[in-house]
C-alpha cells in the first residue's frame, strides 16, 4: 500500500492539513505501508519555501514520520510539483491526451467564458463548457497557435457517463458527467491544473490510497475519467469529514486558531492536539477519548470513521490538553513547562518543584505564567493582596494552630508530606472540614483562594516565610 499527504505550500500549515497527514500516517502505520510526502506548489506565485517548512514543522512536532519526500528523497521523485514541472512530466501526458484526442487546445478568453457563465445563469441551467474550441479544424489551431494565441488544453469529457465510485468512507457516489465542463489540464502558463497534476502524480508515484477532505470529492470524478483515459486504475479514496466551527460552519480563522504553530505557542502539548485530532471523524471501538497513539494506530480502521462533519471543540481540546499534562512525568513536565516560563524567573531555585506543584491547575503550558507568581510575590504585594480577605475568629485558630505546629516542627526539611502531616493532625485536632482548615490557610500564605497543591506550597515557601505570613494576618 502506498499513501499521500499532498499539501499545497500556500500558507502555514492549518489544522484540516494537519488532520488530513495524521489520518495518512496513522493508517500507513496500521497497515504497514509507505507514506510519501508530495508539496504541490505548481502555483508558483502563492507557494513558498517558507510554507513547506511551516508544514514539515508541524509534520514532526506531531510525530508524524515519512518514508518519501522531498526531504527523504525515494524512487518516486522528484516529490515536488514545481521540479516536476521542469522536467516536464505533465506535459508528456498532456501531449499523449492530445495526441488521442482525448484533450484539445482550448483559446477561449475569460471574458469569452464568462459570457458562456452568464448566457447559462440567466437561462437557470448549470454551467457547462460549450466546447467550441473542441471543434476547432487543424487548420484553425495551427493558425491560432502560429499567431500565439494563448491556449489552455482540456480534457474531453466523458459526457455520456455516470461516474459511481466507491468512497471507502461514504460507499457508493455518483456523478452525471454531463454536468461536469471539460476541464483545464494545462493553463495557458504551461503550469498543470491541481486535478491533472494529482491523477498524473498519484499514477507514477502508484499511489494505492487516497486519503483526503471531503472537500475534494467534487474533484472526484473528474481525476477518475483522467485515469481511465490514460488507461491507469485509479487508487481508492476516502473523503474525511470536514472539521466545522461551533456554528457548524466550516472552520475558519473567525473560530480561532486555525495554524498549528499557534497551538503550539498557545500551550498545547502535541500529544493532546494529536489525540483529539484523531477524534474528528474517528472514535475508538471502545468509546475511549483518551488515546496514546499506539492504540489509536492498533485499533484504526476506515470503517469506522463518520460520513458527518466534526466539530472542532476547543473546550475540550484544552481539556485533554490539561488530562495529557497531568500525566506527564516530572522531568517531561518541567521540560514541557521550561519555554514557556517568563526568563526572569527560569533560574529560580526549586523551579522544578513549583512546576510539579501547579500541575493540577493547568489545562494549557501558557497558564504557568498564572501560577508562578504566587511564588515571588513580594512582601508588600502580599500584604496587600492578603488584605482583601476578611479572617474570622475560628479562622484565626486554625492559623494559630498551624503556625504553631510549623514552629514546633523538628524535622530536617519541611517537606510537602511533612506539611500533609500537619495538616492531618489539624484536621484530626480542630474537628473541622477540609474547607474551614485549607482555606484560611491558603489565603493566608497565598492570598488566594485557588492555586499550588497546599502542601507543596508550603514546603516550597519553606518554615519561615510561612510563619511570617500566617503572622501578619494574626
Ligand atoms: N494539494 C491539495 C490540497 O492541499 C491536495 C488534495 C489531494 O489530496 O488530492 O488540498
Same mark, same amino acid.
Given at each position: 500500500?502506498?499513501?499521500?499527504?499532498?499539501?499545497?505550500?500556500?500558507?502555514?500549515?492549518?489544522?484540516?492539513?494537519?488532520?488530513?497527514?495524521?489520518?495518512?500516517?496513522?493508517?500507513?502505520?496500521?497497515?504497514?505501508?509507505?507514506?510519501?510526502?508530495?508539496?504541490?506548489?505548481?502555483?508558483?506565485?502563492?507557494?513558498?519555501?517558507?510554507?513547506?517548512?511551516?508544514?514539515?514543522?508541524?509534520?514532526?512536532?506531531?510525530?508524524?514520520?515519512?518514508?518519501?519526500?522531498?526531504?527523504?528523497?525515494?524512487?518516486?521523485?522528484?516529490?515536488?510539483?514545481?521540479?516536476?514541472?521542469?522536467?516536464?512530466?505533465?506535459?508528456?501526458?498532456?501531449?499523449?491526451?492530445?495526441?488521442?484526442?482525448?484533450?484539445?487546445?482550448?483559446?477561449?478568453?475569460?471574458?469569452?467564458?464568462?459570457?458562456?457563465?452568464?448566457?447559462?445563469?440567466?437561462?437557470?441551467?448549470?454551467?457547462?463548457?460549450?466546447?467550441?474550441?473542441?471543434?476547432?479544424?487543424?487548420?484553425?489551431?495551427?493558425?491560432?497557435?502560429?499567431?500565439?494565441?494563448?491556449?489552455?488544453?482540456?480534457?474531453?469529457?466523458?459526457?455520456?457517463?455516470?461516474?459511481?465510485?466507491?468512497?471507502?468512507?461514504?460507499?457508493?457516489?455518483?456523478?452525471?458527467?454531463?454536468?461536469?465542463?471539460?476541464?483545464?489540464?494545462?493553463?495557458?502558463?504551461?503550469?498543470?491544473?491541481?486535478?491533472?497534476?494529482?491523477?498524473?502524480?498519484?499514477?507514477?508515484?502508484?499511489?494505492?490510497?487516497?486519503?483526503?477532505?471531503?472537500?475534494?470529492?467534487?474533484?472526484?470524478?473528474?481525476?477518475?475519467?483522467?485515469?481511465?483515459?490514460?488507461?491507469?486504475?485509479?487508487?481508492?479514496?476516502?473523503?474525511?469529514?470536514?472539521?466545522?466551527?461551533?456554528?457548524?460552519?466550516?472552520?475558519?480563522?473567525?473560530?480561532?486558531?486555525?495554524?498549528? %504553530?499557534?497551538?503550539?505557542? !498557545?500551550?498545547? $502539548?502535541?500529544? &493532546? +492536539?494529536?489525540? =483529539?485530532?484523531?477524534?474528528?471523524?474517528? *472514535?475508538?471501538?471502545?468509546?475511549?477519548?483518551?488515546?496514546?497513539?499506539?492504540?489509536?494506530?492498533?485499533?484504526?480502521?476506515?470503517?469506522?470513521?463518520?460520513?458527518?462533519?466534526?466539530?472542532?471543540?476547543?473546550?475540550?481540546?484544552?481539556?485533554?490538553?490539561?488530562?495529557? %499534562?497531568?500525566?506527564?512525568? !516530572?522531568?517531561? $513536565?518541567?521540560? &514541557? +513547562?521550561?519555554? =514557556?516560563?517568563?526568563?526572569?524567573?527560569? *533560574?529560580?531555585?526549586?523551579?522544578?518543584?513549583?512546576?510539579?506543584?501547579?500541575?493540577?491547575?493547568?489545562?494549557?503550558?501558557?497558564?504557568?505564567?498564572?501560577?508562578?507568581?504566587?511564588?515571588?510575590?513580594?512582601?508588600?504585594?502580599?500584604?496587600?493582596?492578603?488584605?482583601?480577605?476578611?479572617?474570622?475568629?475560628?479562622?484565626?485558630?486554625?492559623?494559630?494552630?498551624?503556625?504553631?505546629?510549623?514552629?514546633?516542627?523538628?524535622?530536617?526539611?519541611?517537606?510537602?508530606?511533612?506539611?500533609?502531616?500537619?495538616?492531618?493532625?489539624?484536621?484530626?485536632?480542630?474537628?473541622?472540614?477540609?474547607?474551614?482548615?485549607?482555606?484560611?490557610?491558603?489565603?493566608?500564605?497565598?492570598?488566594?483562594?485557588?492555586?499550588?497543591?497546599?502542601?507543596?506550597?508550603?514546603?516550597?515557601?519553606?518554615?519561615?516565610?510561612?510563619?511570617?505570613?500566617?503572622?501578619?494576618?494574626?
Amino acid at each position: 500500500m502506498r499513501l499521500r499527504f499532498a499539501p499545497s505550500p500556500t500558507g502555514n500549515l492549518h489544522i484540516g492539513t494537519l488532520r488530513t497527514a495524521l489520518f495518512n500516517w496513522v493508517f500507513a502505520q496500521k497497515h504497514q505501508a509507505t507514506l510519501v510526502l508530495r508539496i504541490e506548489d505548481t502555483d508558483l506565485e502563492r507557494s513558498h519555501a517558507e510554507f513547506e517548512g511551516s508544514i514539515l514543522e508541524g509534520l514532526a512536532w506531531m510525530g508524524i514520520t515519512l518514508d518519501e519526500g522531498p526531504v527523504q528523497g525515494g524512487p518516486y521523485g522528484p516529490y515536488r510539483q514545481s521540479e516536476r514541472i521542469q522536467l516536464g512530466i505533465y506535459q508528456t501526458y498532456a501531449q499523449k491526451l492530445v495526441d488521442e484526442k482525448k484533450a484539445y487546445p482550448c483559446f477561449c478568453t475569460d471574458s469569452d467564458l464568462d459570457s458562456e457563465r452568464q448566457l447559462a445563469q440567466t437561462q437557470k441551467v448549470p454551467y457547462v463548457y460549450s466546447r467550441k474550441c473542441m471543434h476547432l479544424s487543424e487548420a484553425e489551431i495551427l493558425e491560432k497557435k502560429a499567431a500565439q494565441v494563448p491556449a489552455t488544453i482540456r480534457f474531453k469529457i466523458p459526457h455520456a457517463q455516470t461516474l459511481t465510485f466507491r468512497d471507502l468512507i461514504r460507499e457508493e457516489i455518483s456523478f452525471d458527467m454531463a454536468l461536469i465542463s471539460d476541464f483545464v489540464l494545462v493553463k495557458s502558463d504551461g503550469t498543470p491544473s491541481y486535478n491533472f497534476a494529482v491523477v498524473v502524480d498519484d499514477m507514477l508515484m502508484e499511489i494505492t490510497h487516497v486519503i483526503r477532505g471531503e472537500d475534494h470529492i467534487s474533484n472526484t470524478p473528474r481525476q477518475i475519467v483522467l485515469y481511465q483515459a490514460l488507461g491507469a486504475t485509479h487508487p481508492q479514496f476516502a473523503h474525511l469529514p470536514m472539521i466545522l466551527g461551533p456554528d457548524k460552519s466550516k472552520l475558519s480563522k473567525r473560530h480561532g486558531a486555525t495554524s498549528v %504553530i499557534e497551538y503550539q505557542s !498557545n500551550g498545547y $502539548l502535541n500529544t &493532546a +492536539l494529536r489525540n =483529539y485530532l484523531m477524534l474528528l471523524g474517528w *472514535s475508538s471501538p471502545d468509546g475511549k477519548e483518551l488515546l496514546d497513539i499506539h492504540t489509536i494506530c492498533d485499533n484504526f480502521s476506515l470503517d469506522r470513521l463518520s460520513k458527518s462533519g466534526a466539530v472542532f471543540d476547543v473546550t475540550k481540546l484544552k481539556w485533554m490538553n490539561g488530562q495529557y %499534562i497531568r500525566a506527564l512525568e !516530572n522531568e517531561a $513536565l518541567y521540560a &514541557a +513547562l521550561f519555554p =514557556y516560563v517568563s526568563e526572569e524567573l527560569r *533560574s529560580a531555585k526549586k523551579l522544578k518543584d513549583m512546576m510539579v506543584s501547579v500541575k493540577d491547575n493547568l489545562d494549557l503550558l501558557t497558564d504557568i505564567s498564572l501560577y508562578l507568581p504566587v511564588y515571588f510575590n513580594s512582601p508588600e504585594s502580599f500584604k496587600e493582596a492578603v488584605s482583601a480577605f476578611a479572617f474570622s475568629e475560628a479562622d484565626k485558630d486554625v492559623l494559630i494552630a498551624f503556625k504553631n505546629a510549623l514552629v514546633s516542627f523538628q524535622g530536617e526539611e519541611l517537606t510537602a508530606e511533612a506539611v500533609d502531616v500537619i495538616l492531618q493532625t489539624l484536621l484530626v485536632t480542630t474537628g473541622l472540614g477540609k474547607g474551614k482548615v485549607f482555606k484560611p490557610i491558603r489565603l493566608a500564605c497565598s492570598a488566594s483562594a485557588t492555586g499550588p497543591h497546599l502542601p507543596d506550597f508550603v514546603s516550597i515557601m519553606g518554615k519561615d516565610r510561612i510563619v511570617e505570613r500566617v503572622s501578619w494576618v494574626l
